[in-house]
C-alpha cells in the first residue's frame, strides 16, 4: 500500500509538468490551430530564464587574495557577489538563495515576449499551411533554441539548487499511520505539484470567467464568426500564444531544482506531452490536465521493480502502449471533441 | 602520318631510366607503404574523433583541447607538458618521425553510427593515420572495429566498459583510461573500510552496455567482502527524472544505493537521490550512503552539492602531486584557465604514447606501432608506473578512489583523492570472467 501511495505521489508531480506543457500545447492547437513542436524548447527556456536570474544575482566583484591560491599555485581571485554589497551579506544570499521563486517574476514577461515573437515572427506565417509544414518548421525552430541555449550555456547540466528552506524530504508516510521513512517526499515536488495546480486552475479561471477568455473560447469554437462580429481575434489568439508559452516557461523554471537544467530538457519532455494532448482529445483543456496527470502515474507504477520483473522493459513503453489503447477505444482521446482535427 | 622507330640501343636506355625512376621512389618510401594512409609529404594526420555536439559535448570539447595541445607539445610548441616527464625519450619535439603533425576532427555525437561515419570519413577522405577520442564505450567498441577492418591504429578517449578490452577487444585499439572491474577492486576496500562489512546495496543501472558491466563488476566487489546486493534496477538511457526508480528504494530495506549511471544521467539521479532526502536516513542502524563507481570532474559540475562525502573512482585527477600531472596541469592551466578533466587527460596521453610508439618503431604501419605499445611499460604520464599489457591492449596502472568534497577552495577542487590504490589491487588475468570471449585477432595494416 505505501509502495502505491509514493508512486502516486511521484506520478503527481511528474503529471505536473506534463499536464503544464500540454496545457499549453493545447492552447496553441485549440486557438491558433497550429501544432507546435517548439513548445518544449519553450520549457527549456523557462528552466534558463532561472539559470539566469540566479547567475545576474551572483554576478560579483573580484578582488585578489594573496593567502590563497588557485589551481596553477597564483594568488587567488575571490569573487563577492555584488547583491552583498548592496543588501549586505545575509540578504544577499538570502536572494541568491530564492533565485528560482523570483525567477517567476523574470520568466513571465520574458516568456510571453519569446510566444509573441515567436508567432509573429515565424509561426503565423504558416497558419494556412499543412500541419506537416507547421511541424517541420517548429521542430527546426526548437533545434535553432536549443542549439543557441548550448552555445550560450554548454552542453552540461547546470545545477540550479531550490532555497534551502525546501531542501529534505517530507515523511508522509508517518503523517497518514505508516512507518517512519517508508513514504518520504521532498518538500521541492510538492510545491511543484501545488505550482501546477494553482498554474492550472489560474488558466481555467481566466477563460472562463474574463470577457478576454469568453472571446477566445468563442473564436475556438467558431473563430470565422467571431471575427464576423468585428473582433480582432488574431490579436486574441497571438496573446493567448504569449500565454501559452509564459506557463510553459514557469514550469521549466520551477523544474530546475528538481533536474539540473540542461538545452536538451525540452525535447525530452515534448513527445511525452504530444502523447498526452492525444490521449486527452486534442484541443481539449481538462483532456490535456487529466491526461497528463494520468500518464505521469502510470509512468510511475511502470517503473516499479516489481512491474519491471513480470514485464522487462514496460517502463519504456507504458505511455505510448496505454496512448495505443486509448486511441483505439477512444479515437478523439479521452476529452476529445467532435470536429477536431477530423477535416 | 608518323614512323616509330625502335632500336635496341633505345629500349635499353628508355627502360634503364623507366626502372631507375620507377625504383627510386619505391625505395626512399619503403619503410612506409603498404599500409593504410602511409605518410608520403612531410606531416602525418591524425584523426581525433570526439562528441562536439549531443550531451557529452563539453567533455568532447575539453578532449579536443587536450589533443590541440599534445599536437603542440609534439611539434615542439609550448612547453612541452608531459613529454618532459615522460619516462620514454623517443619524442623529441619535431613532430612524428620528422613528420609536422596535423590533425582533423570528427564529430562522434556519443552516437555509433554517427562516430563511425565520422571516424570512416578521416580516414578515407583526410588520410587519418590514427583515430583517437570519444566519451562512450558504446562509440568505443564501434569505432575500434571499424580502425581494426580499415588498418588504423585506434587510441580509445574515455570509455570505461569492461567490454572494450573484453570481450570486443581488437588488436588494432587500445585503452589507457580504466575500466568497470578496476573500478570495483579499487572502490571495494575503501567502502568496506568506511561503511563496513554488512551492508545491503540497491543497484541502479544506465540500461546499456557500460552500465551492465559496471553493475557486475561493482556487485561482484562488493559481494566478495561481505555486502548484499538486494535489487539491481535497469534504468532508461533517455530517463532525465528518476523519482519512480529512488522512490521504492528505502522500502526495499537497502542501506546503500549505488548509481552505475554516467553524465547527465547520474547527474540527475543523484540529485534526485539526495532530494528525496536519502543520504539524511538511518536504515539498518546505519546512515545511508550514495556511491558513485564512476566520477567526471564535468559532471561533478553538474550535480553541484550534491556530490559532497559521495564515493566513486576516477581515472586521473588534476589535484595529484606528481611531476607528470603538475606539468600537464600547468600546461593546460596556462593555456586555457582551468585544469584538465580526466578525459582530457587520457586523450593527452594516448596521443603522446601513440607518437612514442612510432618513434620507437622507426614507422607508422599499424602491426609496428602496435608491437611497440603490447607490454611498453612507462612512467612520468600521471599515473604512476604503467603497462600496456599485450593480451588485451589495457593499460593497468594505480586507480584513484575519491569523494565530493565537503568544502571546495574553487570551483574546480570538487572531488578529494580518498586513496591511489596500487595497480597489483586491480590487475585481473586475462582471461578473467568479467572480460570473457571475444579475441583479439591480429592486427591489421590495411592497404
Not at chain 1, 298 to 321: C, D, H, R, T
Not at chain 2, 83 to 110: C, R
Not at chain 2, 320 to 328: G, N, R, T, V
Amino acid at each position: 500500500m505505501d509502495a502505491i501511495i509514493l508512486q502516486i505521489l511521484n506520478g503527481l508531480d511528474k503529471g505536473s509538468a506534463y499536464a503544464l506543457i500540454a496545457l499549453g500545447l493545447t492552447l496553441i492547437f485549440g486557438t491558433l490551430g497550429v501544432v507546435n513542436f517548439a513548445h518544449g524548447a519553450l520549457f527549456m527556456i523557462g528552466a534558463f530564464c532561472a539559470v539566469t536570474l540566479s547567475r545576474i544575482l551572483s554576478i560579483s566583484r573580484t578582488y585578489v587574495d594573496e593567502t590563497q591560491k588557485d589551481f596553477l599555485g597564483r594568488p587567488l581571485e575571490v569573487k563577492v557577489p555584488y547583491a552583498h554589497d548592496i543588501f549586505g551579506p545575509e540578504m544577499g544570499a538570502a536572494i541568491i538563495d530564492w533565485a528560482v521563486p523570483l525567477s517567476i517574476l523574470f520568466a513571465i514577461p520574458v516568456m510571453i515576449a519569446v510566444g509573441v515573437i515567436m508567432e509573429r515572427g515565424l509561426i503565423k506565417h504558416f497558419y494556412k499551411r499543412p500541419h506537416a509544414d507547421q511541424i517541420l518548421v517548429t521542430f527546426g525552430l526548437a533545434i535553432v533554441l536549443q542549439e543557441i541555449i548550448k552555445y550560450y550555456y554548454g552542453a552540461n547540466p547546470i545545477p540550479t539548487p531550490a532555497p534551502a528552506a525546501f531542501k529534505g524530504s517530507f515523511d508522509f508516510g508517518a503523517v497518514i499511520g505508516f512507518d517512519a521513512n517508508t513514504i518520504i517526499y521532498p518538500y521541492w515536488r510538492l510545491v511543484y505539484f501545488a505550482f501546477a495546480a494553482v498554474i492550472i486552475g489560474a488558466v481555467f479561471a481566466f477563460l472562463q470567467f474574463t470577457t478576454f477568455g469568453m472571446v477566445v473560447r468563442a473564436g475556438m469554437a467558431d473563430r470565422e464568426t467571431v471575427g464576423l462580429l468585428g473582433i480582432n481575434i488574431d490579436k486574441r489568439f497571438t496573446m493567448m500564444f504569449g500565454l501559452a508559452a509564459a506557463v510553459a516557461g514557469l514550469a521549466g523554471v520551477m523544474y530546475a531544482p528538481i533536474n539540473s537544467p540542461n538545452y536538451h530538457m525540452g525535447m525530452d519532455f515534448l513527445v511525452l506531452s504530444f502523447v498526452v494532448v492525444v490521449v486527452g482529445g486534442m484541443g481539449s483543456l481538462p483532456g490535456a490536465v487529466l491526461a497528463g496527470f494520468l500518464l505521469g502515474i502510470l509512468e510511475s507504477f511502470a517503473s516499479m521493480k516489481e512491474v519491471i520483473n513480470i514485464l522487462p522493459g514496460i517502463n519504456q513503453i507504458i505511455i505510448y502502449l496505454v496512448a495505443i489503447i486509448i486511441l483505439l477505444t477512444r479515437p478523439r482521446g479521452l476529452m476529445g471533441r467532435k470536429g477536431v482535427m477530423e477535416e | 602520318m608518323s614512323k616509330i622507330n625502335l632500336t635496341r640501343r633505345g629500349v635499353l636506355k628508355t627502360g634503364a631510366v623507366a626502372g631507375a625512376g620507377l625504383a627510386l621512389p619505391t625505395y626512399l618510401s619503403a619503410q612506409d607503404s603498404g599500409f593504410t594512409n602511409a605518410p608520403t609529404g612531410s606531416t602525418v594526420t591524425l584523426g581525433f574523433n570526439v562528441p562536439q555536439t549531443g550531451p557529452y559535448a563539453d567533455e568532447g570539447a575539453d578532449e579536443l583541447r587536450a589533443y590541440e595541445l599534445a599536437v603542440e607539445h609534439l611539434n615542439g610548441g609550448g612547453d612541452g607538458g608531459m613529454m618532459n616527464t615522460f619516462s620514454s625519450k623517443a619524442l623529441q619535439g619535431n613532430g612524428i618521425l620528422s613528420k609536422k603533425v596535423e590533425y582533423v576532427t570528427g564529430d562522434t555525437q556519443t552516437k555509433s553510427d554517427a562516430a563511425r561515419a565520422s571516424a570512416k570519413s578521416m580516414i578515407e577522405k583526410d588520410g587519418a593515420i590514427m583515430i583517437t577520442g570519444g566519451s562512450s564505450s558504446g562509440v568505443a567498441v564501434a569505432v575500434q572495429a571499424l580502425c581494426q577492418e580499415a588498418g588504423v591504429i585506434f587510441m580509445a578517449g574515455l570509455t570505461h566498459s569492461n567490454d572494450t578490452t573484453g570481450k570486443d577487444k581488437r588488436a588494432n585499439g587500445f585503452r589507457h583510461f580504466f575500466n568497470s572491474y578496476m573500478s570495483g577492486a579499487a572502490l571495494a576496500p575503501v567502502l568496506a573500510s568506511a561503511y563496513g562489512t554488512d551492508r545491503k546495496a540497491y543497484h541502479l543501472t544506465a540500461d546499456y552496455n557500460w552500465g551492465y558491466t559496471t553493475e557486475e563488476a561493482i556487485r561482484a566487489s562488493t559481494e566478495a567482502m561481505g555486502w548484499e546486493t538486494v535489487a539491481a534496477v535497469k534504468t532508461p538511457l533517455t530517463q532525465t527524472d528518476f523519482s519512480s526508480y529512488i522512490a521504492p528504494v528505502l522500502q526495499s530495506g537497502a542501506d546503500t544505493l549505488v548509481l552505475n549511471h554516467y553524465g547527465g544521467n547520474m547527474v540527475n539521479s543523484l540529485t534526485n537521490a539526495v532530494q528525496f532526502g536519502l543520504r539524511d536516513k538511518q536504515v539498518n542502524g546505519k546512515d545511508f550512503q550514495i556511491i558513485v563507481p564512476l566520477y567526471s570532474r564535468l559532471m561533478a559540475r553538474g550535480a553541484g552539492e550534491n556530490v559532497k562525502g559521495i564515493f566513486g573512482s576516477t581515472n586521473w585527477h588534476w589535484s595529484l602531486q606528481d611531476e607528470a600531472s603538475k606539468a600537464f596541469v600547468q600546461s593546460f592551466g596556462t593555456k586555457y584557465g582551468f585544469p584538465p578533466s580526466q578525459a582530457a587527460h587520457t586523450c593527452y596521453v594516448q596521443t603522446l604514447l601513440y607518437a612514442d610508439a612510432v618513434e620507437r618503431a622507426g614507422s607508422f604501419a599499424p602491426c609496428a606501432v602496435a608491437e611497440a605499445l603490447e607490454g611498453f611499460e612507462f612512467d612520468g604520464l600521471g599515473n604512476g608506473k604503467t603497462l600496456y599489457r599485450a593480451e588485451d591492449h589495457q593499460c593497468f596502472k594505480d586507480v584513484l578512489v575519491v569523494k565530493g568534497k565537503e568544502n571546495p577552495d574553487n570551483e574546480f577542487d570538487l572531488l578529494e583523492i580518498v586513496e591511489v590504490t596500487p595497480v597489483e589491487q586491480v590487475t585481473y588475468a586475462p582471461d578473467h570472467p568479467q572480460f570473457a570471449g571475444g579475441a583479439l585477432g591480429s592486427c591489421n595494416n590495411g592497404a
